[in-house]
């Protein structure tokens, strides 16, 4: 089998697809990447046992047919290093060769029929969301999922598909990130009645093969598992088991105050209040006055800050301790010169930030115990 | 200059101040059938009957059939307890309570600003007189001991000043029961040589002593002296917080030794609480019958002060990593450091039900042992 590529259409697939391939796992022939060529077509394929990705390499020339097992870290090292513009590919018994203008490497092989399936998108029925809004959203949410939570299924992001509508939401049960945007059907998809939760390292594998967030993302829901496909790569996982919670029931209907917020010099007040915290003592006391956002933060052994910032704000005073790394989680993927609303019940309460783009996040105190 | 303040029959005054038709009448907090029949605190009209805290409640109502009993409220007192800290810390930062009703405070600093430490001493039983109504017994002296001792020679409402020329004198009289860490089986030695007062023991040579006593002996001579070095240390500054404990005998069965990590698992995490501490370190010290010493800690994912999750990482420490094959043991500790005093925690959108089971066992726990000593309760798993 022979195959000839260009080396950046290459290396850029072969990335894409490393990204599922397992460190650490007990199953050797997974730190492989597979090769398969047909049709004049080239794929690669990657599998961790739970979430497997086909990624098509583009640009591509061969006549032959054939599979081959790629060792993932040797073959990233050999392409990072390749300087000429094609790549040539071919398979003999027992080893694969690599030649690129002076260059030529013979990189020993498993067998490639050992290699786990990876689920093909063959499904007629499924979602339709434009990819630069999935991208979006996953970079709104995935950051709140905790993989520790031992209490309910927190490890991934939960996927409600309708057929108007798809709304991502994760939660570590200290922070909440809700994000909708529009989406469409093709066929008569099922909407499931409970919604599926994805593992965390799939969506942030879907974020990246988003790519520039052309075109769209196909997404496909079967029983166990789902499957999503956008341009040229595939991605299936298996769902989280386990029990999301019930997130709608801790966003709260109403709040006592709305602040108007623009995230540049928020982000730049709470960036400044995170110096002087500590792995102890992480709260730093959010204290809201009248026109002034004041940001206090104290550690033993380290010392002070106090950080002023003019608001939009006449209610009554209060003061409320945050996590700062929770609040910046979420200043940090929105643009700097966007606004968002700030909107507080009490000072042992919920406050939530939300956008106009139908983004809501949920953030709990440090308060008292009791 | 330290001042040692105690709040006098601290319990039982908070309910004479809620209720002022009991100021007269012997009352007596605790003791009741609900709550294990032991009594908790008694004024001092209770006390001229003989009855004191501690007391079986049965042997109190016989001392005193006329007694008004009042069930505590430990947490109405521990508010109390805060408002006293903080006329005390007005004056001084370096206040170190040791419970509820009881605090050293050095004001060696403070002297400028509000004039020598009796003065300082005078201003403070004054002020809790004055903004809370309840009387404090005020000791000053140069160091803790001496501090403590002073406090307590004129109670109720006392007030002793020893100045640093005078120590020998206030001492010499004193029975050697008052020395700190002099019980029973010391007090019974020093019968023996006839030994009754601080100023006889005194007397002694410092190498009689140690003979005697071993390391102890050189604590005794100390005290005798008037001599004691230990600082006034506000917890907010502790580093950490430990506690061991050495064997009469070397233990090499795990199960014991489990059962002896949960006492000082326990006390430890009670010391936290009631300071308002988290950890996030923990750490085992084990000494083996050879006396090598070695430590294992881990960090926890937050700070804790659940007796339970203390527990659980202890009980890891000392089944997982101490050398799987290893001598028996002569000394078990157990330590909490990496302390966060904000008393705050990070509050959860969905309930963590068994987190806050833990949290209120606990907080009954304490409660059951600042009233009736730490024998009242106990886990399952602990040493008998």
Request: proline share 5%; with cysteine.
């Amino acid at each position: 089998m022979q195959l000839t590529c260009q080396r950046n259409s290459l290396t850029a697939a072969f990335q894409t697809v490393s990204g599922v391939v397992p460190t650490r796992t007990t199953k050797d022939i997974l730190k492989n990447v597979k090769l398969q060529v047909g049709g004049g077509k080239a794929t690669l394929i990657g599998n961790d046992s739970e979430i497997g990705m086909r990624c098509d390499v583009p640009d591509v020339e061969s006549d032959s047919r054939g599979e081959a097992l790629l060792p993932t870290s040797r073959v990233l090292a050999v392409l990072r290093e390749l300087t000429d513009d094609v790549v040539k590919l071919e398979v003999t018994g027992d080893a694969t060769w690599i030649r690129c203008g002076y260059s030529e490497f013979r990189l020993s092989a498993e067998d490639p029929a050992d290699f786990p399936p990876v689920a093909t998108f063959e499904d007629a029925d499924y979602f339709v969301v434009p990819a630069a809004a999935l991208r979006l959203m996953i970079r709104r949410t995935i950051f709140a999922t905790d993989s520790e939570s031992t209490r309910y299924a927190l490890g991934g992001i939960q996927m409600e598909l309708g057929p108007e509508k798809l709304t991502l939401a994760a939660t570590d049960s200290r922070r909440l990130a809700v994000v909708t945007a529009a989406s469409s059907i093709v066929g008569r998809p099922e909407i499931p009645a409970v919604s599926p939760v994805i593992p965390s390292k799939a969506m942030g594998l879907i974020e990246k093969s988003l790519g520039d967030g052309t075109g769209e993302a196909h997404i496909a829901l079967h029983q166990n598992d789902i499957v999503v496909r956008c341009m040229g790569t595939t991605i299936a996982s298996q769902l989280v088991q386990g029990r999301f919670p019930d997130y709608r029931k801790v966003v709260p209907d109403s709040y006592n105050s709305t602040i108007d917020m623009v995230v540049a010099p928020f982000f730049s007040a709470v960036r400044q209040a995170m110096i002087v915290t500590s792995e102890e003592s992480r709260g730093v006391d959010f204290e809201f006055g009248k026109g002034t956002l004041r940001l206090n933060s104290q550690a033993a052994d380290i010392g002070q800050s106090k950080i002023e910032m003019p608001i939009a704000y006449d209610g009554p005073e209060m003061t409320i301790t945050f996590d700062p790394r929770y609040v910046a989680d979420f200043l940090k993927v929105l643009d700097a010169g966007s606004q968002f609303h700030l909107k507080l019940i009490s000072h042992d309460d919920r406050a939530a930030l939300v956008t106009d783009d139908n983004y809501t996040y949920v953030v709990m105190p440090l308060s008292r115990d009791r | 200059m330290i001042l040692h303040v105690d709040m006098d029959a601290f319990y039982a005054s908070v309910e004479e101040r809620e209720n002022p038709s009991l100021v007269g009448k012997p009352v007596i907090v605790g003791g009741s059938a609900e709550s294990r029949g032991v009594v908790a605190a008694a004024n001092y009209e209770a006390r001229k009957f003989g009855v004191h805290s501690a007391m079986a409640s049965g042997r109190a109502r016989r001392l005193c059939p006329h007694a008004v009993v009042i069930k505590p409220r430990i947490d109405y007192y521990a508010s109390v307890s805060r408002q006293i800290r903080d006329i005390f810390e007005q004056f001084t930062p370096l206040v170190e309570p040791l419970s509820l009703d009881e605090a050293f405070l050095d004001v060696t600093g403070s002297e400028s600003l509000f004039g020598s430490s009796a003065d300082i001493g005078r201003q403070i039983k004054q002020r809790i007189r004055a903004e809370l109504k309840l009387t404090a017994s005020v000791g000053v002296a140069t160091n803790k001991f001496v501090a403590k001792i002073a406090s307590a020679l004129k109670k109720p409402d006392g007030f002793v000043v020893v100045e640093s020329g005078d120590i020998q004198a206030f001492l010499d009289p004193l029975p050697v029961g008052k020395l700190w860490g002099v019980g029973k089986v010391t007090g019974a030695v020093f019968e023996q040589l006839q030994i009754r007062t601080i100023g006889q023991l005194r007397q002694m040579p410092l190498a009689k002593l140690t003979e005697l006593f071993g390391a102890s002996g050189e604590h005794y001579w100390q005290l005798a002296h008037g001599i004691d070095d230990r600082r006034v240390v506000p917890d907010r500054e502790a580093k950490s917080i430990s506690n061991e404990t050495t064997f009469a005998e070397d233990i090499a069965d795990i199960e014991v030794l489990r059962a002896w990590l949960v006492e000082l698992v326990e006390q430890v995490a009670r010391r936290l609480r009631r300071h308002d501490l988290k950890g996030r370190t923990v750490e085992l010290k084990v000494r083996f019958a050879d006396f090598q010493t070695i430590t294992r800690s881990m960090t926890l994912a937050k700070p804790t002060s659940i007796t339970q999750e203390l527990l659980e990482a202890g009980v890891e420490l000392l089944t997982k990593r101490l050398p799987s094959r290893h001598q028996p043991i002569r000394l078990l500790g157990f330590g909490v450091s990496k302390l966060d005093g904000s008393g705050k925690s990070q509050q959860t959108l969905f309930d963590q039900p068994d987190q806050a089971r833990q949290q209120e066992l606990d907080r009954v726990a304490d409660q059951i042992t600042e009233k009736f000593g730490k024998r009242a309760i106990r886990r399952g798993t602990g040493i008998e």
